[in-house]
């Protein structure tokens, strides 16, 4: 099990871990429909996971803005797949009202901390990131982030590379920032949410599309021991 789920019991209970199984949730209802020929969304299916989404949009301002960039990519990257063009609008209309309501609430409601994270420290991160990584500590920090995330689950992921583009993209945000190392390695906190439903979903169908791949025994034995 990746290990922001097995030490999920540790530490603070914050609300971004409800992301963690609501999340997948939402992920995988959305990609099964895009991923089901014909009609892609029925009337309640669609209802059910607009109403998972909002759900988990509930949690944090965090999760709105990781659902609807979630919900954009997909509709862009699977485009061709997607038959209900109505769907496809409401979708569209259901991700910009949270992304609005996460301006708005920064807007006017955020009270922004000295040392929290935002966007723009994300992106003031990314330079910082090539100068820290040269301190021993910190780039054996990195280096586990990167085994764990990108060698162990990311690999399979690439089997379906629209996952993994939007997996990696999640990652990203952990990658650039430095808040102590518990971006990187402190499993048991609550900064692994955003990432991981996105992580797990892409690593699953890339193990699935690669079980199909194999066909002989042999070779899906090798993948059980893998």
Known sequence: AHPAWSHASLGDFYADRFFMPLGLLYVTLLYGAIDRQGNNFTR??????????????SATE????????????????YRKR???????????VFSLALLTHVFLYVKFLYVHHVGT????????????????????????????????????FGLFALFDWRLALIAFAALLPNLFTNIGGAEKIGWGTHYHSMYFPFLVFASAIGVSKLWAYLGAAKYRLILIMA
Request: proline residues 3%.
């Open 44 to 57: 309640n299916y669609l209802l059910l996971t607009l109403a998972i989404g909002l759900l988990d949009a």
């Open 62 to 77: 965090r999760v709105s803005i990781m659902i609807a960039l979630f919900t954009i990519a997909s509709l862009v990257l």
């Open 82 to 92: 997607i038959a209900d063009r109505n769907s496809i609008v409401i979708l569209a």
């Open 117 to 152: 994270g935002s966007l723009s420290s994300i992106l003031q991160g990314i330079p910082a990131f090539f100068e820290q990584i040269k301190a021993p500590a910190y780039a054996a920090k990195v280096q586990e982030f990167i085994v764990i995330n990108v060698l162990l």
